[in-house]
């Protein structure tokens, strides 16, 4: 015949540390039921509202990729208005993407296709500041320069090529837009930024440059305009 089981009595519980333990934390359920309750489902809605956001991010994105390859097709076309409804549409709605923030980019390069030199500087400065594609950055910042240099601010377009350079590619684009800087400063009359940068872009080694006859003639330029101090 089974016998009834026997109640554990509470010092039992105390020596044994694992019945204690299990003990305890049921204790404390029972007491705080309703807030543990409230946390528990606090944290099941900032799950349930993650997941959400990650998922209507997802599709925002993937709209604007959808966009932004309707804008490629039609710049490439020579559909330049039809390329900014899409653009403005990016910058507009999906600003927060990969694919709105690129818009940034190509609205400063048909702009600059135009001729306007305001439209050109407002969207290639903010992509300048804050774009992700080293690449497009560079671009961006040699935008800034030609209109600085347009406008017969020298340093600003020095200053802005050296910006480009640091986000070229490429070794050969970086010495291009360094070479740029030179000549700005050469042009604005600070010789001693463009020693520095001279000295930077001397060869370190003998392999042969690409860029070695123009780093001669800016060298040679600059020889001239400090022997006329």
């Not at 807030?35 to 944290?43: N, P, S, Y």
């Not at 609205?107 to 305001?118: H, R, T």
């Not at 930024?193 to 123009?214: F, N, R, T, V, Y």
């Not at 780093?215 to 600059?222: A, M, V």
Request: hydrophobic letters at 40%; aromatic letters at 8%; proline letters at 2%.
């Amino acid at each position: 015949m089974l016998k009834p089981k026997r109640k554990i009595t509470i010092k039992e519980i105390k020596q044994d540390p694992l019945l204690e333990t299990i003990f305890k934390g049921q204790q404390y359920f029972n007491e705080n039921k309703r807030l543990i309750t409230r946390i528990g489902v606090g944290i099941l809605l900032v799950v349930m509202v993650l997941i959400l956001f990650r998922s209507n991010r997802s599709s925002a994105s993937t709209e604007a990729d959808d966009i932004l390859a309707s804008a490629m097709s039609h710049y490439q076309a020579g559909n330049h208005n039809k390329a900014i409804t899409d653009l403005d549409m990016l910058i507009n709605q999906y600003s927060s993407t990969k694919s709105g923030e690129t818009a940034l980019y190509y609205l400063a390069l048909i702009q600059m296709d135009a001729g306007n030199d305001a439209e050109v500087w407002k969207y290639a400065d903010s992509y300048a500041r804050n774009g992700l594609s080293p690449s497009h950055r560079a671009g961006a910042y040699q935008m800034l320069a030609d209109l600085n240099e347009k406008e017969g601010d020298y340093s600003g377009a020095a200053n802005n090529y050296v910006q480009a350079a640091n986000f070229s590619g490429t070794e050969i684009l970086s010495r291009r837009n360094l070479l740029r800087a030179v000549n700005c400063f050469l042009k604005n009359g600070n010789l001693d930024k463009a020693d520095a940068l001279i000295m930077k872009l001397e060869p370190k080694d003998d392999s042969l440059d690409q860029l070695q006859g123009e780093l001669i003639r800016i060298k040679s330029k600059y020889l001239v305009l400090k022997s006329n101090l």
